[in-house]
């Protein structure tokens, strides 16, 4: 059931009739029901997982909460961590390092039979782990005391709006509104689900993004990487200029949508892109792309590793460190941990003084601002072709035809196209990236704003805007849309 579909419609036009009548004392109760039925739906054998999460680091957090005794809270903390990290680490890597052992005792003449354990990933685990337990870490901390009731934390770990794509929110931020629905400060009372124009602006340009834009680049970028090796070079950096329109059309996408439906139930949750292709260098873009993921790994990782307080060769060995388990993180395979290698290196190179000062002292007008910007993009594309790679063969396929190590093939790539009568769609596609990208260069601020700027219009302009948005999603969706993509994460 996800956002994009008629089921998540239905679904959620039954919920806000039932929220919109539901007495002031049992709204957070139908609300936190409303979020179980909505992760059930994918399996209600996961949704006991969810639970068992939940109930565990409330357990926890109670714990913290009532002693003062440091090696108690360390011991307490100690398993919070140990807990969250081990679920995950089970039903994300089980497999990925069965199959990794299997290889490499196969390199070195060791025979062994190799058992599938066939674990099956729960969606959305990587988000509700990462948020359930920041939210012990905090309470470590002594940054927020420990929710009031079980119920406020149950609907801070399961709000469904962000539940299984992010973004990944803090219990120093999202705990507190959990607790006021209900009361007389919750803004869902105030507004009567009417002050709407952020919320349906952020929704209607989020669903465009998904089924306008992402979902009909997602073929080019099927053929280009469905055999590397046979992909000629020109087709491939095609391929992968769509690729990095489609996963940032995708993912910011969803989360559009989340923080509008959010909006709507009166939430104000945090924006996770803000213009990430306008970036000038690796720490830029980080600030820009998933931004609740690049937070909670430097809050609750790299500063904790010793940041940059230990010296410069201790500051690009925790990046590395960072960056190698936000790759993992994605996905259990070694192209993802190439991806973050691949960026850590990026932040390393990136972050000399000299360089830095050399970067400061160039001129500051427009055109060396956009050269820098483009540059640095063709960078991040790099590493989306790992990214997007299924394995590490396909890594070098793809390599080889991006650096044209196996000769340049346009001319015969584009003779294929005239011959195919694909030259149309194909000009199409490369026309919607350097679309996207110029909106990035164009204007840097988050979608938020733009949804506002937008508000300045007469009223009938911009609810016809957000209703021609949502008709294009009906009349060029495709047959069988794909998944989100940062569903497998």
Partial sequence: MTFTTPQFLLFFVLFVA??????????????LAASYLFYGAWSVWF???????????????????ETTDATRRKRLITASIVANLSVLGFFKYANFFVDSSTGLLSLVGVAVDQHVLNVVLPVGISFYTFQSMSYTI?????????????????????????????????????????????????????????????????????????VVLADNIAPLV???????????????????????????????GYSDIAVGVGRLLGFDLMQNFRA???????????????????GWLRDYLYIPLGGNR???????LNMLWT???????????????LWGAYHGLLLIVFRPAALERFANALPAQPVVRLVRRIAFFHLTCLGWALFRAE??????????????????????WLAEVERSGEGGRLALVFGLVVGIVGVHLARRDDPSAAVRALGRWPIAARWALAAALLLACVVFAPEKPPPFIYFQF
């Fill in 18 to 31: 039932v929220y919109a009548w539901t007495p002031r004392a049992a709204r957070k109760r139908v609300l």
């Fill in 276 to 294: 990430p292709y306008a970036a000038d260098g690796p720490s830029d873009f980080w600030r820009r792309w998933h931004i609740s993921l690049s």
């Fill in 323 to 337: 960056m190698l388990l936000g790759g993992l993180w994605h996905g259990a395979a070694w192209n993802f941990v």
């Fill in 310 to 316: 230990s010296g410069e060769g201790r500051a690009r």
């Fill in 138 to 210: 905090d309470v470590y901390r002594r940054d927020l005391p420990p929710a009031k009731t079980l119920v406020d934390f149950a609907l801070y770990v399961t709000f469904f709006p962000q539940l299984v794509a992010g973004p990944i929110e803090r219990a120093t931020h999202l705990l507190p509104q959990c607790e006021r629905v209900g009361t007389d400060a919750d803004p869902a009372l105030e507004s009567g689900f009417v002050n709407t124009w952020d919320a349906w602006g952020l929704i209607a340009l989020g669903a465009f993004k998904k």
């Fill in 222 to 252: 099927e053929s280009a990487y469905a055999d590397p090796s046979t992909t000629h070079g020109a087709a491939m950096w095609l391929g992968t200029y769509a690729f990095a329109a489609q996963i940032y059309c995708d993912f910011s």
């Fill in 391 to 412: 394995s590490l063969a396909d890594c070098k396929a793809v390599f080889a035809r991006l650096l044209f190590l196996d000769g340049w093939a346009g001319v015969d």
């Fill in 47 to 65: 949704l006991s997982l969810l639970v068992g999460t939940t109930l565990f680091d409330w357990q926890v957090g109670r714990w913290l909460g």
